[in-house]
């Protein structure tokens, strides 16, 4: 055997490992940093171009994912109404293309009425992505006032003697005060609000609920539950489950990755040391986790049994990277860079053919391979917007740190 057909056998072999171990095909390695991101953006706003051209004379649908290969929208009330607007705000930003300005603009509008919801705290999430971005870039007064109006009508969930803003209605026979972890994503509106209207009770809530939410949700090992209610007389936990997750005792990927972000984006906007130590026992806990497949794009929880058909989730993936390279601008230089590698090796996943889809392909969607509520039997293995918008947010992160 000659040398060149060794040296093929030996890469063949390799390629066949990292597929068995993996399950995907291997991100390029060699491709600069630089390159990826910008390949990524790019074709991330390839699809988001052809899903606004599909949905601009739609009234009031918003991309959510795909089901069976058709395309499933909603309307402003969805939790993930806000992302595609915001992930338009983000590829305007990055390109300074009026397309996607007009296309941002257009969306955002859809989500007007959600400034006024007060049942459930996925304002939030809705608001900041959309008005919240389009506030950041272009300053209109009118985003302005649906953003504050928007922090007033979250926080109405707000019980003082609870010290937490409720989640959810549903399920009320068995949680009393049902408080998830993904709800520290709302707290960035909220600080926000703080800031801009020099209302203190804003910031109050946000560190209260912060701080019970670190108090109550967390483990010794800092996973998180994922559902914890609270007994509406005592203000103590009464349960502590999970609704998305495998087990009540198990670690949900997404509801890791948002305490990662949420703990980041407090420490931003707070300064209090103790949010910066969580955010690093949760990025610990993630990176050194021993069910973390080759790729690190985590299953969709981490105490699932894995096999070759096990789930993956891309947007935990994502979170998890835009929330790490935030992180690493947080702490000294050796520690960051820790998490700017671990960030890298996610980027460069989901940049591969194996979660990056082919413009054209997908529904529109950017990323392929991420699940939404198994348990639930929804969204298992689909694109989802949110997954695109924290994408998006990643790269342009990535870029602007090694600018
Ligand atoms: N906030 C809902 C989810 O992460 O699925």
């Known amino acids: 055997m000659n040398k060149q057909t060794f040296n093929g056998m030996i890469w063949k072999a ?32 390839q699809h988001a171009l052809q ?24 309307d402003a009330s969805s939790w993930t109404s806000g992302f595609f607007p915001g992930e338009l705000w983000y590829l305007y930003e990055h390109t300074q293309n009026e397309t996607f300005k007009q ?10 009425e959600i400034q006024h919801c007060t049942t459930h705290h996925d304002v939030g999430f809705m608001l900041y992505c959309s008005y919240g971005n389009g506030y950041r870039l272009t300053g209109n007064p009118a985003y302005k006032d ?39 994503m709302n707290l960035e509106l909220l600080m926000w609000a703080s800031k801009t209207t020099g209302e203190q009770r804003f910031k109050d809530i946000s560190l209260s609920h912060a701080d019970k939410t670190m108090e109550h949700h967390f483990r010794p090992n800092y996973s998180c539950y994922h559902v914890v209610s609270f ?33 980041t984006m407090m420490y931003r906007e707070s300064g209090k040391p103790e949010y910066l130590a969580q955010a690093q026992h949760v990025a610990a806990y ?19 049994e894995v096999t070759p058909e096990t789930p993956r989730d891309a ?72 997954a695109d918008y924290y994408y998006v947010e990643a790269l342009l992160r990535m870029k602007k740190l090694l600018e």
């Open 315 to 386: 947007s935990s993936a994502a979170i998890m990277a835009s929330a790490l390279i935030e992180l690493s601008t947080h702490t000294g230089k050796a520690e960051g860079k820790k998490y700017v590698d671990y960030a890298e090796q996610l980027l460069r996943s989901l940049t591969s053919p194996e979660y990056l889809a082919t413009p054209g392909s997908n529904g529109h969607f950017t990323l392929m391979h991420s699940t939404g509520n198994l348990p639930g039997n929804i969204e298992i293995d689909v694109p989802l917007t949110y």
């Open 51 to 74: 899903m606004a051209e599909i949905l601009k004379n739609q009234d009031n649908k918003l991309p959510k994912t795909l089901k069976n290969g058709d395309l499933q929208t909603s």
């Open 146 to 184: 649906v953003l504050v109006t928007g922090a007033r009508s979250l926080s109405t969930r707000f019980r003082d003697h609870i010290g937490l803003i409720r989640s959810w209605e549903f399920n009320a026979k068995v949680w009393q005060y049902p408080v998830i972890i993904d709800n520290m």
């Open 231 to 263: 007994d509406t007389i005592t203000g103590q936990p009464h349960k502590k489950q999970t609704h998305q997750g495998f087990a009540d005792e198990s670690t949900w990927a997404r509801g890791h990755a948002w305490a990662l972000y949420g703990y």
């Open 14 to 45: 390799l390629v066949l490992f990292c597929i068995l171990t993996s399950g995907c095909t291997p991100a390029n390695q060699e491709e600069p940093m630089q390159a990826v991101i910008e390949r990524g953006l790019q074709t991330a706003g």
């Open 103 to 112: 296309y941002a603009e257009l969306f955002t509008s859809r989500l007007e």
């Open 286 to 304: 993630l990176m050194n986790h021993p069910n973390t497949p080759a790729d690190k794009i985590p299953y969709w929880d981490y105490d699932v």
